[in-house]
């Protein structure tokens, strides 16, 4: 069984910056594509950004040109650079993997780290 442990959440003042980490239990290659999510209290969860097997990167257009996702095959980790944060930014950040093999589609989730950011 796949697990997803996030961390790097925390308080921060607007226009600060945070790095998150997802650690996963096995190889992330063999996922197609990984990311985040974030979901505040009372809203529905939302994209923020997913990397594919490919390499190729996308982006929630609110968090465009302010975040950074990237990975490290070799510490099966992904990692979202947060940058220039915004209180609207604050949420609880949900790292996501998707797997497809074979016709069937697995999706893991891990349980999320906090991040709030103060104005």
């Known amino acids: 069984q796949v697990q997803l442990v996030e961390s790097g959440g925390g308080l921060v003042q607007a226009g600060g910056s945070l790095r998150l980490s997802c650690a996963a239990s096995?190889?992330?290659?063999?996922?197609?594509?990984m990311g985040w999510y974030r979901q505040a209290p009372g809203k529905q969860r939302e994209t923020v950004a997913l990397i594919f097997r490919s390499g190729g990167e996308n982006y929630a257009d609110y968090v465009k040109g302010r975040f950074t996702i990237s990975r490290d095959s070799a510490k099966n980790t992904v990692y979202l650079q947060m940058d220039s944060l915004k209180p609207e930014d604050t949420a609880n950040y949900l790292c996501?993997?998707?797997?497809?093999?074979?016709?069937?589609?697995?999706?893991?989730w891990g349980q999320g780290t906090q991040v709030t950011v103060s104005s």
């Open positions: 096995g190889t992330i290659s063999k996922f197609n594509a």
């Open positions: 996501y993997a998707l797997g497809m093999n074979s016709g069937r589609v697995d999706t893991y």
